[in-house]
């Protein structure tokens, strides 16, 4: 038994010490080929290095391609791990169905299809990658509607847009630029990593560099090709528009310089008749209505002419006008009757502005004088007048009365056609025994005195007025009545005064006239009076019965 096993054991020893030496005698082997490998490594000169390192910075830094390029490569490595998945989980999935799997097998395919879930996680963040990734940035910016220059102040959004369509150009050109500056970049690196291998042909990183680089260039060439293509067409598209709006700006410019200069003449016209008008005439009221119907011939010219120069059919806005007047003529038919109103006033002549009128509307009736005459209403100052003494008690208000009233309501004119002048009339009763004579003769004497200013006046005017009018009277001296009243003799007294200041003169002559007859002792003034008689009889006393038959 000894003798069998010392054989074996000294052949067991022998082997294991082969490995041993030959451990031993490759060890300096290897010492000495590295040593060799170090001594025989090319030296890459640096400025090589620092030139790929430059490159690289800025192939990162700022660059907006390249991270584009970055996220679809990722993408596409995403995609194909993707697929390496599914073709081994469907091996697995096949083999399930012939056989049962192995704990192994069923830990390896749930490990497979978690992983795919992650993938798939990925990939959906990544989504916009999967086709054409340079779409967006190849795109031109969307041009928008282009504004039409049909007024003055289109040209205003016209140059607006002008100056976003320069903005916008700009900036997709600045997207040109980058990726040619990218490309450029990309060839001096893919020049410099062959000059890299050249020098260092072993150096797997630099083959690995190289095959990502021309990756890089093989994708990029088609996105400058259609990047060239379609900047051209967006330049021309662009240089087209920039032509046409600065033709309608121009057109434009031209057409709001003719019609501003149309307008200054106007303008420059009715200055120039006012100037005269003002100057040759006297009347203040004239004046006023021939100023206000040239301020409304100046504005309906303007209005014509700017209507004509900025509505391209006119045609077609008489025709749309022609079948809305009904109900334009319904809905609007007070204003309607306003602006026919203001035209009678204007052209008949029968009111002006200064006049004094008495307007009355349901009842109520208000005096004053006119302010204004517009298009659509007169403005009256309430003035403190017999009619506020009497009826209203108050004054002052500014009545707003629409012209269509013309045509429905009573419209009294204190100072028509130049007259200043209204009759006014002063009552008062004096008792039946008393001198009617001497008491007309007084009223008349003080009326006469005091009026005599405005009866000159008066009959001034109407002399000048027989050619327009037929007057039958034109007698303008006070005129005194008497009548037979309830408690006397009613003497009404009736003179010319001033039509804008009738209270002022009432109130001169009543008070004379009291002082005149108070003075007379044959004339007493008649009102109502009552006797009270105490512890007296009053009544009439009865005849003696003889003296009756007499008396008969």
Same mark, same amino acid.
């Given at each position: 038994?000894?003798?069998?096993?010392?054989?074996?054991?000294?052949?067991?020893? %022998? /082997?294991?010490?082969?490995?041993?030496?030959?451990?031993? !005698?490759?060890?300096?082997?290897?010492?000495?080929?590295?040593?060799?490998?170090?001594? *025989?490594?090319?030296?890459?000169?640096?400025?090589?290095?620092?030139?790929?390192?430059?490159?690289?910075?800025?192939?990162?830094?700022?660059?907006?391609?390249?991270?584009?390029?970055?996220?679809?490569?990722?993408?596409?490595?995403?995609?194909?791990?993707?697929?390496?998945?599914?073709?081994? &989980?469907?091996?697995?999935?096949?083999? %399930?169905?012939?056989?049962?799997?192995? =704990?192994?097998?069923?830990?390896?395919?749930?490990?497979?299809?978690?992983?795919? #879930?992650?993938?798939?996680?990925?990939?959906?963040?990544?989504?916009?990658?999967?086709?054409?990734?340079?779409?967006?940035?190849?795109?031109?910016?969307?041009?928008?509607?282009?504004?039409?220059?049909?007024?003055?102040?289109?040209?205003?959004?016209?140059?607006?847009?002008?100056?976003? /369509?320069?903005?916008?150009?700009?900036?997709?050109?600045?997207?040109?630029?980058?990726?040619? *500056?990218?490309?450029?970049?990309?060839?001096?690196?893919?020049?410099?990593?062959?000059?890299?291998?050249?020098?260092?042909?072993?150096?797997?990183?630099?083959?690995?560099?190289?095959?990502?680089?021309?990756?890089?260039? =093989?994708?990029?060439?088609?996105?400058?090709?259609?990047?060239?293509?379609?900047?051209?067409?967006?330049?021309?598209?662009?240089?087209?528009?920039?032509?046409?709006?600065?033709?309608?700006?121009?057109?434009?410019?031209?057409?709001?310089?003719?019609?501003?200069?149309?307008?200054?003449?106007?303008?420059?016209?009715?200055?120039? +008749?006012?100037?005269?008008?003002?100057?040759?005439?006297?009347?203040?009221?004239?004046?006023?209505?021939?100023?206000?119907?040239?301020?409304?011939?100046?504005?309906?010219?303007?209005?014509?002419?700017?209507?004509?120069?900025?509505?391209?059919?006119? %045609?077609?806005?008489?025709?749309?006008?022609?079948?809305?007047?009904?109900?334009?003529?319904?809905?609007?038919?007070?204003?309607?009757?306003?602006?026919?109103?203001?035209?009678?006033?204007?052209?008949?002549?029968? &009111?002006?502005?200064?006049?004094?009128?008495?307007?009355?509307?349901?009842?109520?009736?208000?005096?004053?004088?006119?302010?204004?005459?517009?298009?659509?209403?007169?403005?009256?100052?309430?003035?403190?007048?017999?009619?506020?003494?009497?009826?209203?008690?108050?004054?002052?208000?500014?009545?707003?009365?629409?012209?269509?009233?013309?045509?429905?309501?009573? +419209?009294?004119?204190?100072?028509?056609?130049?007259?200043?002048?209204?009759?006014?009339?002063?009552?008062?009763?004096?008792?039946?025994? %008393?001198?009617?004579? #001497?008491?007309?003769?007084?009223?008349?004497?003080?009326?006469?005195?005091?009026?005599?200013?405005?009866?000159?006046?008066?009959?001034?005017?109407?002399?000048?007025?027989? !050619?327009?009018?037929?007057?039958?009277?034109?007698?303008?001296?006070?005129?005194?009545?008497?009548?037979?009243?309830?408690?006397?003799?009613?003497?009404?007294?009736?003179?010319?005064?001033?039509?804008?200041?009738?209270?002022?003169?009432?109130?001169?002559?009543?008070?004379?006239?009291?002082?005149?007859?108070?003075?007379?002792?044959?004339?007493?003034?008649?009102?109502?009076?009552?006797?009270?008689?105490?512890?007296?009889?009053?009544?009439?006393?009865?005849?003696?019965?003889?003296?009756?038959?007499?008396?008969?």
């Amino acid at each position: 038994m000894r003798r069998l096993l010392l054989p074996l054991l000294f052949v067991t020893v %022998s /082997l294991l010490a082969q490995p041993g030496v030959q451990n031993t !005698s490759v060890a300096p082997a290897t010492a000495e080929s590295n040593t060799t490998k170090k001594k *025989s490594a090319p030296k890459i000169p640096h400025y090589l290095l620092e030139e790929k390192k430059q490159l690289d910075i800025d192939l990162k830094e700022n660059n907006i391609w390249s991270k584009i390029y970055s996220n679809y490569h990722i993408y596409k490595e995403l995609k194909r791990e993707e697929e390496a998945i599914d073709k081994k &989980i469907a091996q697995l999935h096949k083999l %399930s169905k012939r056989r049962r799997l192995n =704990k192994a097998q069923k830990e390896v395919l749930e490990s497979l299809e978690n992983k795919k #879930k992650v993938l798939q996680g990925k990939l959906q963040l990544l989504k916009e990658y999967e086709k054409d990734p340079f779409k967006k940035f190849l795109t031109p910016p969307k041009i928008g509607t282009v504004p039409s220059v049909g007024n003055p102040f289109a040209v205003i959004s016209a140059l607006s847009f002008q100056e976003k /369509l320069k903005n916008d150009q700009k900036e997709y050109n600045s997207r040109y630029e980058s990726i040619k *500056s990218v490309m450029q970049q990309l060839h001096a690196k893919e020049k410099l990593l062959k000059q890299l291998i050249a020098l260092d042909p072993k150096n797997k990183a630099y083959q690995t560099e190289l095959e990502t680089v021309k990756d890089q260039i =093989k994708t990029f060439t088609p996105v400058i090709e259609i990047f060239e293509t379609t900047q051209s067409v967006y330049t021309k598209k662009i240089d087209e528009i920039k032509l046409n709006l600065q033709a309608e700006i121009k057109k434009e410019i031209e057409k709001a310089t003719t019609i501003g200069i149309i307008i200054l003449i106007f303008l420059v016209l009715v200055f120039l +008749i006012k100037y005269l008008v003002r100057r040759y005439m006297s009347d203040n009221e004239r004046f006023y209505t021939i100023n206000k119907f040239l301020n409304f011939t100046f504005f309906t010219l303007l209005l014509l002419t700017l209507l004509f120069a900025y509505i391209e059919n006119v %045609s077609y806005l008489v025709t749309i006008l022609g079948f809305a007047s009904a109900g334009i003529a319904i809905a609007m038919k007070d204003w309607f009757m306003s602006i026919m109103g203001w035209f009678v006033i204007i052209i008949g002549g029968a &009111i002006h502005v200064g006049d004094r009128v008495k307007f009355v509307r349901n009842g109520m009736e208000y005096v004053g004088d006119i302010v204004d005459i517009s298009l659509l209403r007169m403005t009256i100052q309430e003035d403190v007048t017999l009619t506020t003494y009497m009826k209203n008690r108050r004054a002052g208000r500014i009545i707003f009365v629409p012209n269509n009233f013309v045509f429905t309501d009573m +419209i009294a004119n204190y100072s028509h056609a130049g007259l200043k002048t209204v009759w006014d009339g002063i009552d008062f009763v004096v008792t039946f025994d %008393s001198n009617i004579n #001497k008491a007309t003769s007084i009223a008349k004497e003080v009326t006469k005195k005091y009026s005599k200013g405005y009866t000159d006046i008066t009959r001034k005017q109407l002399n000048k007025l027989r !050619s327009q009018y037929s007057m039958k009277n034109t007698n303008v001296e006070p005129r005194i009545f008497a009548f037979i009243d309830t408690n006397g003799m009613r003497i009404s007294a009736w003179y010319h005064t001033n039509a804008y200041a009738t209270l002022t003169l009432r109130s001169t002559i009543s008070t004379e006239i009291i002082e005149r007859i108070q003075a007379e002792e044959d004339i007493r003034l008649a009102y109502p009076t009552q006797s009270i008689y105490i512890d007296k009889d009053v009544r009439k006393p009865q005849m003696p019965e003889g003296l009756e038959g007499e008396q008969a």
